[in-house]
């Protein structure tokens, strides 16, 4: 147990180091007061994920713990995560330069409305781990796993990227930047091919999920699609 709080919040740090780099290096410049801002919601945001999850369901904090193109077993799924990698990266930083050449002039209501985005987007992640302890950071079925048609789970049949997406949109008004959201854009695409790749894999693989699919409608927008 010890060894995976170590290690859950060492990868915490790293991501945070990373966000950190992606931010003030592109920006060139310490002067960033939206980028502290957003910086604050977020690791405040993740980290009391991290410690629930570490009191209260250790097994899922092991699961999204490893994660990643290497940890991934479907082939379409190393592709996938390797764009979502590469287009997250442009959500961070592109922000930033718009930053460095005043590119986009953001008021600071639009600001605060993308720093809620963030944490309601990290809100609604969070009710996701608390309703299903197998939702694994990679594409796979455990031995013990169930459908789960509670909670979130009976609005959307795929909660956590509604989550993640509602973040996503938050994030470059939050850095103060409109262009960046060209950048949401495209990782919003390569969530969506995640998403329609997962499905067939549980239908496949997960007893009972062809007859969730039939009784829940909607994959990722509520009463959209």
């Known amino acids: 147990m010890e060894d995976l709080n170590k290690k859950a919040f060492g990868g915490l740090l790293r991501l945070l180091i990373t966000l950190a780099g992606l931010l003030f290096l592109p920006a060139w410049t310490l002067d960033y007061w939206q980028a502290w801002i957003f910086l604050a919601v977020f690791s405040i945001s993740v980290l009391a994920i991290t410690v629930y999850l570490m009191r209260n369901d250790p097994k899922l904090l092991k699961r999204r713990i490893h994660a990643g193109s290497r940890a991934e077993k479907e082939r379409s799924q190393k592709i996938i995560q390797f764009l979502g990698t590469i287009a997250f990266i442009a959500v961070i930083a592109f922000p930033a330069i718009d930053h460095r050449f005043r590119w986009s002039t953001v008021p600071p209501y639009a600001v605060v409305a993308g720093d809620v985005l963030v944490a309601l987007g990290l809100l609604i992640i969070f009710l996701v781990f608390k309703e299903n302890t197998f939702t694994s950071a990679v594409i796979e ?27 996503l949109f938050g994030v470059p008004l939050a850095l103060g930047s409109w262009w960046g959201l060209f950048a949401v854009i495209l990782l919003t695409l390569v969530i969506v091919w995640r998403l329609l790749e997962e499905e067939k894999f549980l239908a496949k693989n997960l007893s009972g999920y062809s007859a969730y699919r039939n009784d829940v409608r909607y994959r990722l927008l509520p009463f959209i699609w």
């Open 141 to 167: 079925v455990d031995a013990e796993q169930r459908v789960i048609s509670t909670g979130p789970y009976a609005l959307v049949r795929h909660p956590m990227y509604l989550g993640a997406v509602v973040m």
